[in-house]
């Protein structure tokens, strides 16, 4: 028996890096998963190879969240699950960074995050589940990822308002906080000198980067009844980037 038997689960952002890898672990574990994203090519591949639905969702567009809940209630029936995983990430100082890439990091973001609770909850079955990507910058600061911190910082609360709101049905709703994550947001692999691998193994004491492999079981643990009793929360993996620095 997989962990997600019967379950029915929407994850944004699914053609490649941390969503590819949920909707593959949560496929494994027996969801009838929605592989949601703008990447058409890619995730219509992927959607295939795993035996998935394929949407197309820009997820800052509210009538694509329509569409893509209308698709997935006539595909299924209905929906228990939603990982809010689609992100961007601008690198940018605050005085410098254009109002146009501020609100384009935002609506995607953040309000991506915030119109898949408002379109999704309202269809999913009493006992269902959300998981809000947020990230390690939700927590603390970081210079040069202004615009992106400060969305990451609203999905936190975004997630504890929507806990306590949507609790009386007994949906869950809990945020994935990730540190430097091996995906192709961050890149890490694309430096030929090793530069990046050598950072993270001064920063991250775990010595270190992260592989979206350990995202997707965090969010497999949130998604399924392991986590019964868990729900408001924000949840860091970060291989202990947060807990501080070494002097030694």
């Known amino acids: 028996m997989g962990k997600l038997d019967g379950r ?22 027996g969801a009838e998963v929605v592989v949601a994203d703008v990447l058409d090519e890619q995730g219509q591949a992927l959607a295939k190879e795993i035996g ?13 969240w ?9 595909a299924y029936g209905h929906v228990d ?18 109002l146009d890439e501020f609100m384009g990091v935002l609506r995607v973001n953040q309000v ?15 006992g269902g589940t959300i998981v809000n990507t947020a990230s390690y910058t939700g927590m603390t600061g970081m210079a ?5 911190a400060a969305t990451k910082h ?4 975004l997630t504890r308002v929507a806990a306590l709101e949507l609790a009386d049905r007994g949906i869950r709703v809990n945020a994935m ?29 775990l010595g270190r980067i992260g592989r979206p492999e350990e995202v997707a079981r965090l969010a497999l643990f949130l998604t399924s009844e392991d986590s019964s009793y868990i729900t408001g929360q924000p949840f860091v993996i970060d291989g202990g980037w947060l807990a501080g620095v070494t002097v030694v």
């Open 8 to 29: 029915v689960v929407i994850v944004t952002g699914a053609a490649r890096g941390q969503g590819e890898q949920e909707a593959r672990l949560f496929r494994e574990e």
């Open 52 to 64: 998935a639905l394929y949407v197309h969702l820009d997820v800052g567009r509210e009538e694509e």
């Open 66 to 74: 329509r569409a893509a809940a209308d698709a997935v209630t006539e």
């Open 81 to 98: 699950g939603l990982v809010n995983n689609a992100g961007i990430l601008r690198f940018n100082s605050l005085l410098d960074t254009p």
């Open 112 to 126: 991506g995050c915030f119109l898949g609770i408002k379109t999704v909850a309202p269809r999913m079955r009493d």
């Open 144 to 148: 040069y990822v202004g615009a992106y």
């Open 154 to 157: 609203a999905i936190v609360g």
């Open 177 to 205: 906080c990730p540190g430097a994550i091996d995906t192709a947001m961050s890149n890490p692999g694309a430096d030929p000198e090793g530069a990046t691998d050598a950072l993270y193994r001064k920063l991250v004491p």
